[in-house]
């Protein structure tokens, strides 16, 4: 789908506020809110827009922890490992890279012995895996759920 000057701003606006009503999101692009409701709905068909979330701080719903995990997997085994991956709980994200890792994880768990059983008791059980990397991530400094989204014609 070819995004238009109108559809990004639309975009920035729902990453900004997935609740923005669309009556505001049409006030601010000088819109009407049936236009914007149609342009939402083109962009949700199209797989632009995938879904609605909550931004949840992990700490306050008692997941203290939270690691990034390198995890390589053994040559033909692959497939099977990613969908188990996506069965556990705790793996947040799956992420397939270049590099010394194949596959990039973050998790999350209760508390470092919690992380320890979800490495030990789960990852590592996979019948994929071949070794993994854990780096505790000590802070969050930034997180920033709004992409950077421009217009083709913006200037740098």
């Known amino acids: 789908m070819d995004l238009d000057a109108t559809d990004r701003a639309i975009l920035r606006i729902l990453m900004e506020d997935a609740r ?38 992990p700490r306050e719903v008692g997941l203290g922890t939270s690691a990034l995990v390198g995890f ?7 497939k099977e490992a990613l ?25 999350y768990a209760e508390d470092t012995d919690a992380l320890r059983e979800l490495m030990f008791d789960h990852i590592a059980e996979l019948d994929g895996f071949s070794r993994s990397q854990t780096m505790v991530i000590l802070g969050t400094e930034y997180d920033d759920p709004v992409l950077p989204i421009r217009d083709p014609d913006d200037e740098d």
Do not use: C
């Not at 819109?31 to 199209?46: I, K, L, P």
């Not at 991956?85 to 947040?92: H, N, T």
């Open 20 to 57: 923005t009503p669309f009556s505001e999101i049409a006030r601010r692009i000088d819109m009407s809110s049936a236009t914007v409701h149609d342009r939402v709905g083109r962009m949700e068909d199209a797989g632009v827009i995938e879904g609605y979330h909550a931004h949840v701080d």
């Open 72 to 78: 390589r997997v053994k040559q033909g085994r692959e």
């Open 83 to 107: 969908q188990q991956l996506r069965d556990i709980e705790g793996v947040q994200e799956i992420n397939l890279t270049t590099g010394e890792w194949d596959v990039m994880l973050r998790v």
